[in-house]
């Protein structure tokens, strides 16, 4: 049974100022909960995204934290600050990401360190961060956001895939660690969604990508922030270890 931290819930969703990190923090927000929204360069767009989710629930409390997710010292700052704002956290949720997509001959090893930094250091330092405060309270739940890539790969995109696989590896073994403490850990592994990743695609392409999909679109941020929002529910409270493609049938 769940051990409340406060009247309402609790989620810190970090890269949630824009695309599925936004949509999340909506979902959540409707679902009544209390909105942690972290972000790494724009505060505004954090700040818009904070007043939404008040509005979507005018008795919740919502705060912004600026961090970089692959400095540790800036993540246990911000959970930190998180704690003491909020009185614990119930539910985090790992989608700050970044992309240096190339071919690898192009590719230079200070991109590839860039992206392992923020997709995959960035997870096991806030996982670390969250498990201490979530093992107290003896319950949790984790949702980390990995990548078909991270299932199948995809030429042009050995860093990326490297560190959403790096993900799924992750969330399978802290899975194993907190499951006694009450505390689920599961992924979610998105495919082709329209956010500002996925932007730089012309028409064309776009259409091309939806031919390999069997639902035969792509995605959108409120599909993937529904199934994170799921996984966070008591309805999912048996489920930990898991990465739920999220992809419209693509990885079939």
């Not at 405060?133 to 042009?156: D, E, K, P, T």
């Amino acid at each position: 049974m769940k051990q409340q931290t406060n009247a309402n819930p609790i989620v810190l969703v970090t890269g949630g100022s824009r695309g599925i990190g936004r949509a999340t923090c909506l979902a959540f927000a409707k679902a009544g909960y209390d909105v942690a929204v972290n972000y790494a360069g724009n505060e505004a767009a954090a700040q818009e995204t904070a007043q939404a989710c008040h509005e979507l629930n005018p008795d919740g409390k919502t705060a912004v934290y600026g961090a970089d997710v692959a400095d540790a010292d800036a993540v246990d700052a911000m959970f930190k600050a998180v704690k003491a704002d909020f009185g614990g956290l119930d539910v985090l949720v790992n989608n700050a990401g970044i992309t240096r997509d190339n071919l690898i001959a192009l590719t230079k090893p200070e991109d590839f360190d860039a992206v392992v930094a923020t997709d995959l250091r960035g997870v096991f330092l806030c996982m670390k961060a969250a498990s201490r405060i979530m093992m107290r309270q003896r319950y949790g739940r984790i949702i980390n956001v990995s990548s078909v890539v991270g299932l199948r790969g995809n030429a042009g995109q050995v860093s990326y895939s490297a560190a959403k696989a790096g993900v799924v590896g992750m969330t399978k073994s802290l899975a194993k660690e907190l499951g006694r403490r009450n505390i689920t850990v599961n992924a979610v592994a998105p495919g082709y969604v329209q956010t500002d990743m996925t932007g730089a695609l012309d028409d064309k392409q776009k259409a091309a990508a939806s031919q390999n999909i069997p639902l035969n679109r792509l995605g959108t941020p409120e599909d993937i922030a529904g199934v994170i929002a799921f996984l966070a529910s008591d309805a999912a409270s048996y489920i930990t270890g898991q990465v739920l493609p999220v992809d419209g049938g693509m990885a079939i």
